[in-house]
C-alpha cells in the first residue's frame, strides 16, 4: 500500500457495532470487524485503501464526511437506521464531491414500510442491499468501476 491510494471511506452507522449479535436472523453472524475486514481486502486488490468509522452518533458521522470532502475518493454508507430520517447526514453527503455508495446488509424494501424511505439516496450514486456481508465487496468493487482507469 502506497501513500498514493485513493482513500474509501467506510462509514458504519448506529447500532451496526452490534452486528453479530443484533437481530443475527436479519443480519447475520458476522461482525462489523469481519466486514471491515473484507472491504479492506478488496479495495487492497483494487488499489484502494479503506479508512473506517463506526458511530451511534449523527454529528460524527456528519463531522466524518466533512473531513473527507477533498481528502477522500470515494464513500461507502452504511448509515443504519439514520438511513431513514437524517436529513443532516443527506446534506453533508450532497457536499462531498465524489461517488457514494449507500449499502445495507438487509434489503430495507422488502421490510417494515418505515424502512421504504431514504433519506440518503437522492445524494447516492447507488445502493446496494439485500447481499448480507457481501455487499461490503460488492460497495468497493462498485467505487473501483465508478473511479474508473484514470481515477484520482
Ligand atoms: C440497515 C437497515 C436499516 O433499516 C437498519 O436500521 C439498520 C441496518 C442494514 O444494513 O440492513 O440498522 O442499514
Known sequence: MTDAQPIVLL??????????EREPAVYGTATLDDHVALAAATAAGLGLSVEHLQSNHEGALVDAVHAARGRCAAIVVNPGALTHYSWALHDALAAFEGP???????NPNAREEWRHTSV???VATGAI??????????????VAHLL???RP
Not at 462509514?11 to 453479530?20: A, C, D
Not at 442491499?129 to 462498485?142: I, N, P, S
Open 100 to 106: 457514494v455508495v449507500e449499502l445495507h446488509l438487509s
Open 11 to 20: 462509514l458504519s452507522g448506529p447500532n451496526l457495532n452490534l452486528l453479530g
Open 148 to 150: 474508473g482507469p484514470g
Open 120 to 122: 440518503v439516496a437522492p
Open 129 to 142: 442491499a439485500g447481499f448480507g456481508g457481501d455487499g461490503y465487496r460488492l460497495a468497493v468493487e462498485a
